[in-house]
């Protein structure tokens, strides 16, 4: 069978269903649903690679050949970012000193939001009135007659990847390390990041105050990951800090003032206006609310910027006060109102001459990421989806809709890490903006559940939801939603029980038994522990572990429960490794009645 083609194609290695759609001018539903029916499910956010495209786009009549692999036109390559270029390229007489941008990262719950609030605080509010109420995503303080900008993206793990693209425009890195846990994963990821953007980085060494801190264990850590203290040789300042107590803060500010000393932090004032997005929203009655990092150049209120695939002339420019302002130089972040159209975190902005000259640089955007060519090598749909659908059993869909760009692709991160288990999470789509019909349509159609952060469900939305029984969830709190969507998978685990509460028990000391394993003497603190009953170890935050009860003493005596201010020996299944101080919580699982 042969169909006419009617439009030849070129196609990159990989392709996000939202680009794809475009180039075959489709709805990206219209793919969605295509997949869909072949057993795959993919959100708008999501690539496909080239041979899945090139059938999908055969299929709709058009001939996709592969590109050839070129970097696309204002793409950061992860090699040199394109301001630091714009300023390279400055004449050297024309540069001057700018204040440093810095960027807070590290492993989750070490401190990060704590210590840009403890810095904001400490420094930002001096001498003014009503202190801070503006969160535009960057502040700057004031040390010693110099000024510091702070990039202050919202304060969850889920930002890690928004702070880990600040890491790109940034010239120092401060990598929050708590004295009390020491080195981990994402502490780990941070260096990589500051080290592939070739930032410097300056350890704060947060917690001090915490009597199990160990400055000298993170010390020994550090070394391990090439960040050796200067105290023992290397070149890393490592400064203790306690962020709960704002004790360190002036040190920690000291210590950005001479790494910038000793780091060429210039920009030409005068020069070509380039600088990076940290973060767009859509405000009802100002429209596109950008915030905009510059980097080279001058900022002026009445400037023609190009952001993304937005442009527009800058009708108002706002400090992180909220006060406005007419102009900001390097290093200023500034809010700006008069886009067309939202830039995504992370976007490239410049000002140029005239609104045609932006015309043309978006098509010279999209056109770049549309070229290059080579010949395609086929595999059929069939062998390509059966791939995929090997897995395909136990799986819930979700759409997402948040209020913000920037608070999308974290959401999305933290959502997909979630889904690395036994079930897979699908984002069919990932869109900013209120919830609309069209979402609880898509939803009603792959049975999947709406998720809105900050955001609305309009009239018409809800209405249809109730009639096709899609669920919609909003939320304002990232932590809740990622929590919800990690028990509906737990709840998907285990569909027909929920957990009733029964006892919960302290662990005041530990008993080695001769044969090796481990009894918790334990005082029940409320209900009873039930020999029969499933039981939950926590530590602090952390659950150590989950199971059965392996022998519940009385005195020597085994007992079928104990009851609340009684003590008893507790051992645990599979489990020797009970610490003093340790809650048991003993819980039974109880059917759930049908709806
Ligand atoms: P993030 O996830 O890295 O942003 O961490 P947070 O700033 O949210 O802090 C996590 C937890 O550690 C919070 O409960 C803070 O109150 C606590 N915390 C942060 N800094 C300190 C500190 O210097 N000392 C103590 N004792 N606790 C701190």
Known sequence: MSVPKSKKIELPANITIRDFAQIIEVSPIQIIKKLMTNGVMASINQ???????????????FEATLESQEVPL?????????????????????????????????????????????????????????????????????????????????GHAA?????????????????????????????????????????????????????????????????????????????????????????????????????????DIRANAKGAVIGTVIEAELDKSKGPV???????????????????????????????????VEKAGPSIPVSVMGLSGMPSAGDVFRAVGTEKEARQIILERTEASKKQATTAKKMTLEELFSKVKSGETRELNLILKADV????????NEINNLGKGEIAINILYAETGNISENDVLLASSSQAIVIGFSVQADVAARRLAEKEGVDIRLYDIIYRLIEDVEKALKGMLAPEFTEKPIGKAVVLQVFSLSKGSNVAGCRVT????????????TRGKDIVY???????????????????????GIGLKNFNDVQIGDVIECFTLEKTDAE
């Open 47 to 61: 690539a496909i690679d080239f041979d899945t495209a090139a059938i999908l786009a055969d299929e709709m009549g």
């Open 159 to 263: 930002f890690t990847a928004m702070r880990a693209r600040g890491a790109q425009g940034a010239d120092i890195v401060i990598l929050v390390v708590a004295a009390d846990d020491g080195v981990m994963p994402q502490t780990k990821e941070a260096i990589a990041h500051a080290k592939a953007a070739r930032v410097p980085i300056i350890v704060a060494l947060n917690k001090i105050d915490k009597p199990n801190s160990n400055p000298e264990l993170v010390k020994k850590q550090l070394s391990e990951n090439d960040l050796t203290p200067d105290e023992w040789g290397g070149n890393t300042m490592v400064i203790p800090v306690s962020a709960k107590q704002k004790k360190g803060i002036e040190d920690l500010l000291e210590a950005i003032l001479l790494v910038a000393d000793n780091t």
């Open 290 to 324: 950008a915030t905009l990092l510059v980097q080279n150049g001058t900022l002026k209120t009445g400037s023609i910027v190009v952001a993304g695939n937005a442009f527009g002339h800058l009708r108002a420019m706002f400090d992180f006060r909220g006060n406005k």
């Open 546 to 568: 989950e199971g059965e009860v392996g022998s519940l003493k009385h005195e020597k005596e085994d007992v079928r429960e104990i009851r609340t201010g009684f003590e008893c």
């Open 74 to 154: 204002e793409k950061e390559s992860g090699e040199v970012p394109l301001w630091r270029q714009t300023i390279a390229d400055e004449e050297e007489a024309a540069l001057t000193a700018r204040p440093p941008v810095v960027t807070i990262l590290g492993h989750v719950d070490h401190g990060k939001t704590s210590l840009l609030d403890a810095i904001r605080h400490s420094n930002v509010a001096e001498g003014e009135a009503g202190g801070i109420t503006q969160h535009i995503g960057a502040y700057q303080i004031e040390l010693k007659g110099r000024q510091i900008t702070f990039l202050d993206t919202p």
């Open 526 to 537: 409320e209900g009873e522990i039930r020999r029969n009953g499933k039981i939950r170890v």
């Open 405 to 412: 760009q920037g608070s999308l692709e974290p959401i999305v």
